[in-house]
């Protein structure tokens, strides 16, 4: 990733990291001390891609399932970062308790789809797709361990928009979503929202689309960006 500056080492078979994992990475504010949670972290698609862009933070990924934790830590020591990358393996909402208040940066890429909304995923790629803790429940989780003012950064489908602004609305302010489309003029199909949490309720800005495509199908410049490693300025 990022042009074979961050090795990452994903399964044979089940879900690969791409391109959300890499808008995540990219979307995350530029912190440049402090401690960064993403919680269901995978392989490390976006946690060890935000390693890299941050450099001075200290980052930890939960992981619930054994097989991908471990894949993630043999990539974090691969990037020479097994001391700043920690991997947890546990399910989110069980491993947040203990850590209330704890992280500078929380964020997240949970799985897209509630269990019977689409047919069975291939081999190995449930966990990445199917909800085994409901979208709130993941909110709630990443708000419960966040410091207070600290910002939450999620990217999700754009249709289950409103279920994640209705749990942010209860808890945090500054709420910016920044949708993301494939071509000029077509529907948004993700977004990415960023919050602080326990900020009073304010405005919600909803910015122009992030295009991804040319009409040609040639990437975007903001997505070749992104490709490459740079920071998404929202």
């Known amino acids: 990733m990022y042009q074979g500056r961050v090795i990452l080492v994903q399964p044979e078979a089940g879900f690969r990291a791409g391109f959300d994992s890499l808008a995540l990475a990219a979307a995350l504010p530029g912190l440049e001390a402090g401690e960064a949670l993403e919680l269901g972290c995978g392989s490390g698609g976006a946690l060890l891609t935000g390693a890299f862009r941050l450099p001075g933070v200290q980052f930890t990924g939960v992981e619930q399932v054994a097989g991908i934790a471990a894949l993630a830590r043999e990539g974090a020591g691969l990037n ?34 509630e269990p019977g909304k689409i047919s069975a995923p291939g081999e190995g790629k449930a966990a990445a797709y199917i909800e085994s803790l409901p979208l709130e429940g993941w909110v709630k989780a990443m708000l419960h361990a966040a410091k207070p003012r600290a910002p939450v950064v999620l990217i999700h489908r754009a249709a289950e928009l409103a279920r994640l602004l209705a749990q942010l609305d209860r808890q945090a302010g500054e709420i910016t979503v920044l949708p993301i489309a494939s071509k000029p003029g077509e529907p948004a199909r993700r977004v990415l929202v960023r919050a602080r949490k326990g900020l009073k309720r304010g405005p919600l800005t909803l910015l122009a689309p992030l295009i991804t495509h040319d009409e040609d199908g040639t990437r975007s410049p903001a997505a070749q960006a992104i490709v490459e490693g740079r920071r998404i300025d929202w």
């Open 80 to 113: 020479g970062y097994g001391l700043r990358v920690t991997i947890e393996k546990s399910e989110a909402s069980a491993w947040v308790p203990g850590q209330e208040n704890r992280f500078d940066l929380v964020f997240a890429n949970p799985p897209y789809f």
